[in-house]
């Protein structure tokens, strides 16, 4: 599993004549190995770190704690790779994960020679990982590798297009039942309650979900999570969805009316919804993201609106936001096999809003779109 | 908001000749503060870093991302604290969430005494941040501070205590849904979705929630994230609950049955239900962890079943474990303030299990329960 990631990977790590490093975003680990740790209630007190990669010659040796030892056993099946459990937490003896983790790491770098280059993701690499490393390796050249993958992340596998297509079905069932519901006098937390259980029911597991539940009248109405605020007659919502599934993030918005759409309403979402079609139609090859961004921004705005605040799109991934973003400063071409989405948005603070989303997979000469939730309006 | 916490603190760090120090563990920011960042879909990746304390004579300067400027405002208010708000994601630059907290952090540390003692919580700082710290203040010496704090969270203030009691009422609502809907044909993530939309519509905001919620057949039947395991006829479950809120963790457990208990249920729900009257009866100030541990694996061993492998119980607070840890090595006395989790049970892998669970408040001359969720046979 994820070979074709850790083959470029290793070509890239070896054009900067680098053949060792620690990788420690968790970004990286799943992207790396297809193994992702579970997120919902945060991070594992029993463990003496996240989940670790140490690279040595062509080899990814990932690191976790015993509780992930069945998640993670699928690495062990690849050549290129192989699974090291320590133990974390005991009922015999104190708190031992984090002495148990450089205790491994010891013995994994003990056979390393002594100096030299050492690539190191330094955002999410702990002074207690990094202090075991220098311990054994103390002449060692330290190599930031922050972002070096960002930018190979960007093209999909297809390995990865199964794990987002499923994820991209399992959000139409989560806005299924956000359209049917929606109505005056439920609030926020009621219609994302419902969406998130059919959403868990649907994957027969649990499902992190994100990202923003909001009423139109809350004078920050771009996003949010939900809240007790009700529904009123007249009122829009915004239900912008990303579940996590496989360690992979979809993404979609729409957005209902409680009861039938007014004027406004009606022109607001026939805008954006044109302007999410012509920026859909820009998607090929070539295409810069600023492109991209730049013309659906104009197009708001010579609808007479103010311009949304936010970004116009993004990659997704194994985060929820990555390259190529589409926003002004972003001069980074399309290719085939990127997986954007595209969101245009008008708000009329404390009025209304109204922001629809897509996922759009880059072809040879155009996109396929990955999401098809019903964004119409009723 | 939490001055008792900083005063704790401030004491203990005198004790030591300590007048700076760096917090990175997320458990000390929220105990320190009262602040807590969500966590249900992982860490924001437009951050610099998880929120940070720098701590110098007296005062504690929480270093947040400009998302959670609201919820962190209210340090502001109180005359030991202080919040600094740097910019994380924008539409107009690449990420520069690291950058703009390293700048925070130089312009924060460049009044500081260039070398000296400076307390710092390893386990959770980043290398990142470590360097900007060391290129300010090149000749300090780190002293480390990990799991300084844990002793002092023990006793928990009447702050914390209104905090916990509305979360222990919280976990009530979850268990009289399961208990209510539990039958043949559910499935483990059917009763989960119901449980945690129930919580979250009396919430009226998204809660975490942990932790098992598992059929009886499963050969590993001692704890899991619910699955698609269905409910069968004479089929028990067990229900393990944690919420989060306010940045605090509830706990609970209860067993419900799909259809009328069997003999065997019966047996085995009343042993341990004794086993748990049991060991709440030896909470009292003075009474070591590891007698209750020990008296409690006693009374299941003389019913004449295997011993859980897990801990008879922990405390509870800013994590969902702490101290003081109720497992055989811990000779910790419990201390009027404290309060605890007991969970005994008996599992019968593949076949069934059962295991109840209360949180419990040390008082002057005994326990107070605070959970109160109904976990008697129906």
Not at 161 to 172: G, H, M, P, S, T
């Amino acid at each position: 599993m994820h070979q074709e990631q850790r083959k470029r990977t290793v070509d890239l790590l070896k054009q900067h004549g680098i053949n060792r490093a620690l990788f420690t975003d968790p970004h990286t680990i799943t992207w790396l190995t297809g193994f992702a740790p579970p997120i919902q209630t945060g991070s594992n007190l029993f463990e003496g770190s996240p989940p670790l990669i140490w690279y040595e010659d062509g080899q990814f040796i990932l690191v976790v704690v015993n509780n992930y030892a069945t998640q993670a056993a699928h690495l062990d099946q690849d050549s290129d790779g192989k699974v090291i459990i320590y133990m974390g937490y005991t009922v015999q003896d104190p708190l031992s994960g984090i002495p148990n983790l450089q205790l491994t790491m010891r013995e994994l770098m003990k056979r390393s020679v002594a100096r030299g280059k050492v690539g190191i993701e330094m955002s999410h690499c702990t002074l207690l990982v990094s202090n075991a490393m220098q311990e054994i390796l103390p002449a060692m050249e330290f190599v930031p590798l922050d972002g070096w993958l960002e930018p190979l992340r960007m093209i999909k596998t297809d390995e990865e297009l199964v794990k987002l297509r499923q994820n991209f079905a399992l959000i139409e069932v989560g806005h299924a039942v956000a359209r049917k519901i929606v109505k005056p006098g439920l609030r926020e937390i009621d219609v994302w309650s419902e969406v998130h259980g059919a959403i868990e029911r649907e994957a027969g597991c649990r499902v992190p979900l994100g990202n923003d539940c909001i009423v139109g009248y809350r004078q920050q109405n771009i996003g949010g999570w939900p809240k007790a605020h009700e529904l009123k007659a007249d009122d829009s919502l915004i239900v912008d969805l990303s579940t996590i599934l496989h360690g992979y993030w979809s993404d979609s918005c729409a957005t209902y009316f409680a009861t039938e759409p007014n004027a406004t309403h009606k022109k607001l979402h026939q805008t954006v919804s044109e302007a999410l079609d012509m920026a859909r139609s820009l998607i090929k090859p070539g295409v810069k993201a600023n492109h991209i961004d730049q013309q659906t921004r104009q197009f708001i705005a010579d609808a007479g609106y103010n311009v949304y605040r936010h970004h116009t799109g993004h990659g997704v991934g194994v985060s929820g936001h990555e390259e190529p973003r589409i926003v002004p400063y972003n001069e980074t071409k399309l290719q085939s096999g990127m997986v954007i989405m595209l969101e245009p948005g008008i708000y009329l603070p404390g009025q209304t809003g109204v922001r629809l989303e897509d996922a759009y997979l880059v072809t040879a000469d155009g996109a396929e779109q990955l999401t098809h939730h019903d964004k119409r309006l009723p």
